[in-house]
């Protein structure tokens, strides 16, 4: 065992592999549970996008969590691990009439609508089936989440939700239509946010949109704030758990709810990402010009964050306890971007050690591919060992 990770167990199992620990995710889906207890009409439903492991959302599901979906496969696989359809809301820019359908036949709670001529077909597909949606409109706040340019969702212009100009006119066509009601807000305005200065800006810009609601007499019944709450990539063993006391101590005292509203949080990353590591094998230490490179047998396929976004992931050498060397750690994929990061200080490395790669519980099992043919990593619970 070095640190949490029973390494000798790890040596029978096949790498790449995405190891759980489950103590620590049941630690933080507590710490939300009692800090959110502490303010009246909060509730959370899990953003299902950044791990959909069936065992992870079981232990989410058993904690009193709802579920935040984004396709019709994320209800699917909620309601099959045993959530509630009426604790289920589905977002997204571009649900399919299949996707409606069937979330419409399971009777979620919610359907977060983003565009005009998605309600519309909401409706029209709600009446065929002589059913009444519950919708929400997602609105662009136009708050800078001041985040990377990927991941940032609540500006004006936007592929995702509605813009302020177009709200109360899109209020009004959905308090006419017979076959949906009209029942609240939704805002995401992006992730890996760690300033609660940006939180208190979108609290502030929703008590504008309510009193401006309010003299026209549009009365909202909840609130959504999405999630977007970030995690310390560079130290998860100093900070494991993300500080939710101060991330709903920001909204319980800056946004004006009104008497009987419901605050719905959707948190992802926060939940999941400390407790996920990718455990890779060190297949060839090979030594370059200017600088030596440890070649694991986990790639992009398996981990695509660092690709995408440049994202940092702290990473650990298992199996060694010899003095650091620099290394550029990379995969096996025919891709010049299949980098996990370089010239980072590892104990030596040789063929065969065990790395880790932490802070992977998010957008990593979920986002794998199979380029180059090559299989999806298994996900293993501490349990499993």
């Known amino acids: 065992m070095k640190g949490n990770f029973p390494i000798d167990k790890f040596e029978k199992v096949d790498t790449p592999f995405y190891y759980y620990d489950t103590d620590l995710l049941k630690k933080t889906l507590k710490t939300i549970q009692e800090e959110k207890g502490k303010h009246e009409g909060f509730t959370e439903h899990y953003a299902v996008k950044a791990n959909a492991n069936p065992k992870v959302l079981n232990i989410i599901r058993q904690a009193g969590f709802g579920a935040d979906c984004v396709s019709g496969g994320e209800i699917r696989r909620c309601i099959e691990t045993g959530f509630s359809p009426s604790k289920i809301v589905f977002a997204g820019v571009g649900k399919s009439d299949r996707e409606i359908d069937y979330a419409l036949d399971k009777d979620i709670f919610c359907f977060n609508v983003e565009s005009v001529p998605e309600l519309k077909v909401i409706n029209d597909l709600a009446a065929q089936k002589g059913k009444t949606a519950q919708i929400a409109f997602r609105i662009n706040p136009d708050i800078d989440a001041h985040t990377h340019a990927n991941i940032t969702t609540g500006l004006a212009e936007n592929k995702f939700g509605i813009a302020m100009r177009d709200m109360e006119p899109a ?7 017979k076959n949906i009601h009209f029942m609240g807000l939704h805002f995401h305005i992006g992730s890996q946010i760690l300033d ?11 008590n504008e949109i309510q009193s401006q609601l309010e003299e026209h007499h549009i009365h909202i019944e909840n609130i959504n704030v999405g999630g977007g709450l970030g995690i310390d990539y560079k130290h998860p063993n100093e900070t494991p758990v993300p500080d939710f006391k101060a991330y709903f101590d920001t909204y319980s005292r800056y946004l004006k709810l009104r008497p009987g509203q419901t605050l719905h949080f959707e948190l992802g990353r926060a939940v999941v990402a400390q407790m996920g590591s990718l455990i890779t094998r060190v297949l060839y230490v090979k030594q370059g010009v200017a600088k030596q490179f440890a070649i694991v047998d986990a790639g992009m396929t398996d981990l695509i964050r660092p690709a995408l976004y440049d994202a940092y992931h ?6 060694s306890e010899m ?5 550029d750690v990379v995969g096996p994929i025919c891709e010049s971007s299949d980098v996990f990061d370089k010239a980072i200080n590892l104990n030596e490395c040789h063929r065969g050690d065990l790395i880790a790669i932490r802070s992977a519980g998010a957008y990593g099992e979920v986002m794998a591919s199979q380029y180059n043919c090559r299989p999806l990593p298994k996900g293993y619970l501490k349990e499993d060992f």
């Open 314 to 319: 702290k990473i650990e050498n298992l199996s």
């Open 196 to 206: 609660m200065s940006t939180f208190k800006a979108l609290c502030n810009r929703i």
């Open 323 to 327: 003095p650091e060397q620099k290394y």
């Open 171 to 177: 209020i009004e066509e959905a308090m006419k239509m």
